[in-house]
């Protein structure tokens, strides 16, 4: 009797056993597969082709064909694509504007001056959020999409070119509020003529996003030297290319992936940054 009990509970715990094994192999398979995506040459450039060929033809229907997983993969993949096509950029700044253009940069600046937990913390997840707000919101029309669009949009343009000027308060927040109140009652009252308008537009709508993403960060620079202005085309093309990233992402996944990607692709170079500054306080 108490063998029988035995054996039964022995058989149970194999076959237990095996249940958990075959799991943990099944995930080791599927994270095989993945692994296999993300190191075929083949994806990186039908997803280069994709972004691209989106670009040129912009359109504003869902992509519903992949999962939350390969959508989180694909933002990866794009995350290497961004790089390794900017990163010649970076270094023909670097050539004719020398190192100085970097001590010049705000970020870096930050990273030096301010708590680096603190600019990360603001660089990862409040800036991207703001931005995406700004930038990428008002990509699918909806009338508080538009409005909030609106106000962040001249909001920071008024800020980038109109900080110094008297009324600053009124320029920051008065003149956007009112933009943004006049943007939400005239769609909402014409719901159906701005969503035909943004359908037909926009390719137009798309382009305005990423230029528009692309100047304002010339305000990255504390001051914008005639070098570093002659050389803008070079300087922002990395927020160009990343500002078509973002359009497709937006409009193509939806406004979270778009956020995730933007979070994670500031993620990446700050860390270099904060090591690059510990190893400098350890070692020199």
């Not at 005239?186 to 528009?212: A, G, H, Q, T, V």
């Amino acid at each position: 009797m108490v063998h029988g009990i035995i054996d039964r509970m022995v058989k149970c715990l194999i076959v237990l056993l095996i249940n958990k094994i075959s799991f943990q192999l099944s995930k080791l398979v599927l994270l095989f597969k993945e692994a296999q995506i993300m190191l075929s040459f083949s994806n990186y450039i039908n997803l280069f082709k994709e972004v691209f060929g989106f670009l040129k033809n912009p359109d504003l229907k869902n992509d519903f064909k992949f999962s939350k997983k390969q959508r989180i993969i694909n933002i990866l993949m794009l995350i290497v694509i961004n790089i390794t096509l900017s990163l010649p950029f970076l270094f023909l700044t670097l050539l004719f504007l020398g190192e100085d253009v970097l001590k010049n940069h705000t970020v870096i600046v930050a990273m030096e001056k301010s708590n680096p937990i603190i600019v990360i913390m603001l660089m990862v997840l409040m800036i991207p959020f703001v931005e995406e707000l700004t930038f990428r919101l008002f990509l699918k029309f909806k009338p508080q999409y538009f409005c909030l669009s609106v106000f962040l949009l001249v909001q920071s343009f008024g800020g980038l070119f109109l900080g110094s000027k008297e009324n600053f308060g009124f320029i920051i927040l008065g003149v956007p509020f009112l933009l943004g109140l006049t943007a939400f009652i005239l769609s909402m009252s014409n719901k159906e003529e701005y969503s035909k308008f943004w359908e037909k537009n926009i390719r137009y709508i798309l382009y305005f996003s990423i230029i528009s993403f692309g100047i304002i960060h010339v305000s990255n620079f504390k001051e914008t030297t005639s070098p570093i202005l002659l050389m803008i085309p070079i300087i922002i093309f990395p927020q160009l290319l990343m500002g078509t990233i973002l359009g497709f992402l937006r409009i193509k996944y939806g406004f979270i992936y778009s956020f995730i990607y933007h979070a994670l692709n500031n993620f990446i170079p700050l860390t270099f940054v904060l090591l690059g500054n510990l190893l400098e306080k350890l070692y020199f």
